[in-house]
Antibody, heavy 120, light 113 residues
Framework: EVQLLESGGGLVQPGGSLRLSCAAS????????MSWVRQAPGKGLEWVST????????YYADSVKGRFTISRDDSKSTLYLQMNSLRAEDTALYYC?????????????WGQGTLVTVSS | DVVMTQSPLSLPVTLGQPASITCRSS???????????LNWFQQRPGQSPRRLIY???NRDSGVPDRFSGSGSGTDFTLKISSVEAEDVGVYYC??????????FGQGTRLEIK
């Protein structure tokens, strides 16, 4: 059974940093592109970042480019999102999501999310 | 970037009645490989999203056949032939043709009348 378990969320002040983790199991993690998608409270889904197999390529939404860094540790089957210079508008539930085969077809498995709150 | 516009944003439906959600793209979603990368996701209250339909009309494994997707080019529709209580939630279209980025529609909230 595929499982994605996010952690690392919490309350942080504007300008602060957080590192999210997503522990994957039930599939060959190293063989799949992975993404982060977020959802602000009461709002819709927003793609944040994607990392391809072996970390060969990374992609970011314009809203987080230069502030967030996605990475992966295939030996630990874990996806990360380093978030720096956090802003109030980054407040959201952050989902880890497994890309199907091509990201053009979306995501077939999602974690339960970890909540990030940016507030003073 | 492409803009995905869903309508309606709120959809009250009587149990057993059909429901239809429209998603319009600001540009064609036909990719150079001939595929149209328009997908639909369901998010039930308090749950993570779940993919229902990929490439316009392909149902995911385990998705009831009351769900169907159709459309072409820039106009797409998700239909539920007979709404059940478990269908309550928010439905999102997502386009992948213009990756990167990935763009979702605003969401349509389906509720039972």
């Amino acid at each position: 059974e595929v499982q994605l378990l996010e952690s690392g969320g919490g309350l942080v002040q504007p300008g602060g940093s957080l590192r999210l983790s997503c522990a994957a199991s039930g599939f060959t993690f190293s063989g799949y592109t992975m993404s982060w998608v977020r959802q602000a409270p009461g709002k819709g889904l927003e793609w944040v970042s994607t990392i391809t197999v072996s970390g060969a390529r990374t992609y970011y939404a314009d809203s987080v480019k230069g502030r967030f860094t996605i990475s992966r540790d295939d030996s630990k089957s874990t996806l990360y999102l380093q978030m720096n210079s956090l802003r109030a508008e980054d407040t959201a539930l952050y989902y880890c999501a497994k890309v199907v085969v091509t990201i053009r077809e979306g995501f077939d498995y999602w974690g339960q999310g970890t909540l990030v709150t940016v507030s003073s | 970037d492409v803009v995905m516009t869903q309508s309606p944003l709120s959809l009250p439906v009587t149990l057993g009645q059909p429901a239809s959600i429209t998603c319009r793209s600001s540009q064609s979603l036909v990719f150079r490989d001939g595929n149209t990368y328009l997908n639909w996701f369901q998010q039930r209250p308090g749950q993570s999203p779940r993919r229902l339909i990929y490439k316009v009309s392909n149902r995911d494994s385990g998705v009831p056949d009351r769900f169907s997707g159709s459309g072409s080019g820039t106009d797409f529709t998700l239909k539920i032939s007979s709404v059940e209580a478990e269908d309550v939630g928010v439905y999102y279209c997502m386009e992948g043709k213009n990756w990167p980025p990935i763009t979702f529609g605003q969401g349509t909230r389906l509720e039972i009348k």
